[in-house]
């Protein structure tokens, strides 16, 4: 070989080493008896003797057996022989990650192959491997050690490239299974190879090669059927964020998050039926996505493997769906982040985290109530009932064509030198249009920049439109036009749902209704001696309230009521105080301690003016 097995492992950890003190006999056992030290040697003398063994040593097939010659003397190895037909070099995201051999096994007149991985070529399982794929028929006489020297000796194997990472890579290419995107065109018979085998839903992956004849043709359809599906406001959002799927690696490259997009509807809205159809544009699913049902680790190991691509989640219920399940799920897609697996030894393992790398396209008949860790990650599009069926047929019967249009309309645009600009660019200005409308928005930032984010997805699609000629720029600027209203109306309907999900108003509430009722009671507020004391107004009219005990009054609220609860004491605690409702009792510190009898009580501070309006209790 050109290459020995040391040159080609360098720099890659393997767990056997080749040569090992301890090989296996004829049997396939393992012989472990102890060997001998020898006499030290001078270095000049070992490789003395190193050369002459090789040069005494041969491999020779005779009739389809190997056989091993050393001394004059001829001893058979197997009734069959092996040569290594191509080695592939596994990366993802630039780094090494393993590296496999295709083994051919001569047995006969047949040739079995095997893709066996450098550390199991290297192991004492080699003929455990061999014989589970040939069978009874595959005899070993000799030693493992033996197969492997012979195969290496016999091949001069090419070398392949193979990675599991899709998307853009470090040169700015698009790498997708059997294919690579880039400014020059597309190449079908790419020198690196993706490969999302691993996983049972990415494995489905794949672009179709653009048709020039179709792609045209194709657009119309997706503007003309796709787009009327339901209300523009729906299906705007749904192109944009397609499109924006494919620069998921990118996001965090301009110092954003990825966002999460949740179509939410009733049972029969045809939901899912535009989840299928929008992950049509990156693979065939079979119309069979992934479930919320499966747990965090599969639904992560999955998307893991739909780098730079759009994922889709199907059917949450948040009634049998535990939150903080799709609040991790969430939270480490957004931060580009998976969890960390610990090894037996209590250790980290090396292999990267494993955690959503595109988008994430969810459908469910309602969605979970946590304002901080997900709403501002998310973009919540309502599904109306209402259906265009002549639409939705002709986008059924045309869904196997829309993974030609992501491979045709990245080439158009990294045709372009400056387009990650371009990107950069209509994200910040998008960003900072919709943030100037909503400046006095918890996470304003965050949602304005999500939405510049699906911007641009929808603009590249409606140019891509404009440059095939399918709209002229006119009617593209309308559809744009239409489009930022949409945005302007979703961050108004965004901005209600805050408003009444908000751990403030929902805490002000509450205890609006528990003092009318007069099921609590405040010593000082009132003439009220009745109810559970929930805290006391000080001589300076600051109320004070008690944390713990008024907690529990939310939380039996929501008991009662059969909901579950979506803050935390400390998250209500927070958004008390971002909102400056709470009276600071110096730098840095939330709660005062007040005296109460014999004892001394943590509690959370209130303007009595304030509070009593908020709480409807003002003359």
């Known amino acids: 070989m050109e290459e020995n097995l040391v040159e080609l492992i360098k720099g890659y950890e393997v767990t056997e080493s080749c040569n090992r003190s301890s090989i296996p006999n004829s049997t396939g056992a393992d012989d472990t008896r102890p060997v001998e030290a020898p006499a030290a040697k001078g270095a000049d003398t070992v490789e003395t003797e190193i050369e002459e063994q090789s040069r005494d040593l041969i491999y020779e097939i005779r009739d389809g057996h190997l056989f091993k010659v050393t001394g004059g003397k001829d001893t058979r190895v197997a009734n069959f022989y092996l040569t290594i037909a191509a080695q592939y070099i596994r990366m993802d995201e630039g780094t090494v990650t393993g590296r496999d051999f295709k083994i051919e096994v001569h047995l ?4 079995i192959e095997l893709m066996i991985p450098v550390e199991e070529f290297c192991g004492n399982r080699l003929a455990n491997q061999i014989i589970a794929q040939a069978g009874s028929r595959a005899i070993i006489y000799g030693n493992q050690n033996d197969l492997r020297i012979a195969a290496q000796e016999m091949s001069t194997p090419p070398t392949k490239t193979i990675t599991s990472s899709m998307g853009f890579d470090n040169h700015g290419m698009y790498l997708a299974p059997g294919m690579v995107i880039s400014k020059a065109g597309i190449d079908q018979l790419p020198e690196i190879d993706v490969d999302l085998s691993e996983g049972n839903f990415s494995r489905h992956i794949g672009f179709l090669s653009p048709n020039q004849d179709r792609i045209k043709d194709l657009v119309d359809h997706i503007l003309a059927d796709f787009m009327q599906l339901k209300y523009h406001q729906v299906v705007y959002p749904l192109i944009g964020h397609i499109v924006a799927a494919a620069f998921a690696s990118q996001i965090s490259e301009i110092g954003r998050q990825k966002p999460v997009m949740h179509l939410q509807g ?65 939270q480490n897609s957004a931060n580009s ?147 930022r209203q949409i945005v302007e109306n979703h961050i108004a309907a965004h901005a209600n749902r805050i408003r009444i999900q908000s751990p403030v108003e929902v805490f002000y509430q509450i205890l609006s209704q528990r003092f009318a009722t007069g099921s609590i009671m405040v010593q000082g507020l009132s003439d009220q001696n009745s109810g559970r004391l929930i805290g006391k107004v000080r001589e300076n009219q600051i109320i004070c309230l008690f944390p713990d005990p008024t907690f529990e009054v939310l939380q039996r609220h929501f008991r009662a009521s059969g909901r579950k609860m979506s803050f935390s004491k400390e998250t209500l605690r927070d958004a ?19 005296r109460m009898g014999a004892s001394r009580l943590q509690a959370w501070q209130f303007d009595i003016n304030e509070f009593k309006a908020r709480c409807g209790m003002m003359d």
């Open 266 to 330: 009733t049972s029969g809205c045809g939901k899912t039926f535009l989840g299928n159809l929008a992950a049509s544009f990156y693979c065939a699913f079979n119309d069979r996505p992934i479930p919320w049902t499966s747990t965090a680790n599969s639904i992560e190991y999955e998307g893991y493997f739909f780098r730079d691509a759009l994922f889709f989640i199907d059917d949450l219920k948040t009634s049998i769906i535990d939150p903080k399940k799709v609040i991790r799920i969430i």
């Open 108 to 111: 006969r007149d047949e040739i």
């Open 576 to 594: 008390l105080d971002r909102e400056n409702l709470i009276i600071r009792s110096g730098p840095g510190r939330i709660t005062h301690q007040v």
């Open 337 to 483: 982040q998976g969890r960390s697996r610990l090894t037996a030894g209590g250790g980290l393992k090396l292999t990267p985290m494993r955690g959503v790398r595109g988008l994430i396209l969810s459908t469910g008949e309602d969605f979970i109530n946590d304002v901080e860790s997900v709403s501002g990650r998310t973009l919540l599009i309502h599904v109306e009932p209402d259906q265009n069926q002549q639409s939705g047929n002709k986008c059924w019967a045309r869904r196997d064509e829309y993974s030609m249009l992501m491979p045709a309309l990245l080439q158009w645009l990294l045709a372009q030198d400056d387009w990650t600009e371009q990107f950069e660019n209509c994200v910040n200005e998008e960003t900072a249009r919709i943030s100037a409308t909503i400046a006095d928005f918890s996470n304003g930032f965050r949602v304005a920049s999500n939405w510049a984010l699906n911007a641009w997805g929808f603009m590249l699609f409606v140019r891509y439109a404009e440059h095939l000629q399918v709209v002229n720029e006119g009617r593209a600027d309308a559809i744009i036009r239409e489009y």
